[in-house]
Structures are given as structure tokens and as C-alpha cells.
């Protein structure tokens, strides 16, 4: 039997839009031929990361999936004003009735909401309302030293810096400071375990989504499959006040892991022409995994709005768009990289 090709996981955040990950994990758990190996999550890519760790600790590759059918069943079922608004049971899952609904509401209510109300306005009621979904996981499996390595993204408030989380380190604080959006939920506090001091995190997206280089050590393998949930390229450009927030949104979500692209490719270069000695730096295999097409269709709005409906049809075309790459690159892992970075950065 041919040895299982060893691959990372760079998962990107995006709210509800994560269900997209949860369909590509849940494609990769049913191939036999990939091992993961080290996982880097940020904002929802950081619970489906610790959903996909705890099960394979736990059961293997069908448990993993169960977790993860488990963790996106309860986020379809949070009911919070601040999760979905009061125009969540009317938004459309995908596609075109979300321009209709952009068209009759060019100004959402949600985003107005959060420019207008702190989420420190609720005082001493506030609870944030994917702690449950959160807390429901084993953290003794997602710390375990067995399984791949996992790596959790947050924003240091204070100091505006990223703070990667590993090992014991990852805790449920971690998990809802990575998916801490600022405007919505109040700063995630705990006692930084590598400093001991009382720190503040936001959205680990603001500095790394995902971030990269815990997946540069020389003990994991070179080849890193990135899902990407915040599309790259829009060709139209933006012009209604939700579309512009949404461009905005996206090109702040992805300009971290550009920069780290920008880099790998930069390393890849040096290495191509030979000045670098040989095993002075990492040559990295990049690739991604991704839906444009079905991104640009939908709106920072239903990152918001976890509905049931929306949440299959987003794992569906995870589990489509993971089949897709299968096919085409599966025999590429392991020997070369399927992004063109420089193509991508010209």
C-alpha cells in the first residue's frame, strides 16, 4: 500500500462562511492517501482545526468528521441577535437572493449596529454566543501531544501583534479570541500562559489569517494546502455601501497571508536560483483550495447569518471544491507546489 502523502492545513476565518472548511475537511477525512500533519487555524479555521485534532485523537478520521458535524450543528444553532441579526431567517444561503437582499437593504442593520452600539453596552449580561460551541470540545484532544500539530492565531490588543497558541497553550479563551471580531464581541481576556500577564486578543485575522510560519518547522513536511474562504480577486469594483464594506473586509482578511505568500515566494526564488545554500531555508509547496466563484456571490452579511440552510450548502461546496482538487493535483503533493506565486504576484 503507497504511503500517505503528509500535508499542513492553513484554514482560513470567515465566520459562517467556514462551513466551507468543514466540507473540505470532511472530503479530506475520506481520502486515504493524505496524512495531516500540522494544522494552522484562525477564526472559524481555528474551531475547525480543534474540532478535526480532537476527533482524530480521539477516533480516528470517521470521529473526526463527527466532531465537526457536531461543532457546525450547534453554530447553526446559536440564536443571538449579534450572530444573525433580526433579518437572519430571511437572508438567502447563497448566490443571487443575496443581491436582492443587499438591493432592499443597502445599509445592513447589523453593521450599522456596531459602529453605532459598543458590545460593552451589555454590561454584565454579556456572554459571547459561540462560547458553548467552543467549550463542547475535549481540550485534553486538542492539547494532545498525539495527532498533527496544531496552531491557533489571535491579535494581541495591546500590542497589535499576532500571538500563535500550541500545544497546552489552547485553551477555549484562545479559540474565541482568534474568532473575537471587535466590533461584535467584547475582547477576549486571559493570563497569556507564556508571559503570565493579563492580555486582550481580538481576531486572530488582522495578523494572520492563516498564519504560516509555525508550518515552516523543519519536522513538518513542505507541502501546505490552504482553504481559502475570502476570495482573492473581485473583478467588478465595489460601488453600494455593503459592497465596499465587504471588498474592504476581504482585502483586510487576506492581506496577512499575502504577505506570507510574498515571502515564501521570495525564499522560493533565492532557492530556484541557487543563492541560498542547500537546506538553509524551507522550500515550501503551496496550494490552495478555494471557490471564488461562490464567494464572490455572497456578502460579509452572511458571515454573520449561520444558518442551517446556508451552512450545508457551504460545506457541500467545500466537500466539491476539495474532490475537484483531489483530482487534478493529488499527485502533485509531496513534489510541487500547485499556486503559481509568481503568476500571483505579478
Known sequence: MEKPRRINLALQGGGAHGAFTWGVLDRLLQEPGIEIAGISGTSAGALNGAALKAGLVAGGRAEARRVLN?????????????????????LPPVGALNSLTEALMPLNPMEVAT????????????????????????????????GPALFIAATNVRTGKIRVFEGDEISSEAILASACLPTVFQAVEFEDPKTGKLEAFWDGGYTGNPAL???????????????????LLRDMVPTTPQEIQN?????????????????????????????????????????????????????VTSKLAPTPYLLHELKEAGRKAADGFLVQHMDALGTEATVDLVALFA
Open 70 to 90: 457536531q461543532v457546525w450543528h450547534r453554530v447553526g444553532a446559536v440564536r443571538d441577535l449579534r450572530m444573525t441579526g433580526w433579518f437572519a431567517s430571511m
Open 115 to 146: 459602529r453605532l452600539v459598543s458590545p460593552y453596552a451589555y454590561g454584565p449580561l454579556y456572554r459571547n454566543p459561540l462560547e458553548g460551541v467552543v467549550r463542547s470540545l475535549r481540550f485534553d484532544q486538542v492539547c494532545a501531544r498525539e
Open 213 to 231: 510560519f509555525p508550518l515552516f518547522d523543519p519536522a513538518l513536511p513542505a507541502d501546505i494546502v490552504i482553504v481559502n474562504i475570502n476570495p
Open 247 to 299: 471588498r474592504i473586509n476581504e482585502i483586510s482578511f487576506n492581506s496577512s497571508l499575502l504577505r506570507e505568500l510574498r515571502a515564501v515566494s521570495f525564499v522560493k526564488r533565492l532557492v530556484a536560483e541557487g543563492r541560498l545554500p542547500e537546506g538553509a531555508m524551507k522550500n515550501m509547496l503551496v496550494h490552495m483550495i478555494a471557490d471564488d466563484a461562490l464567494m464572490n456571490t455572497l456578502s
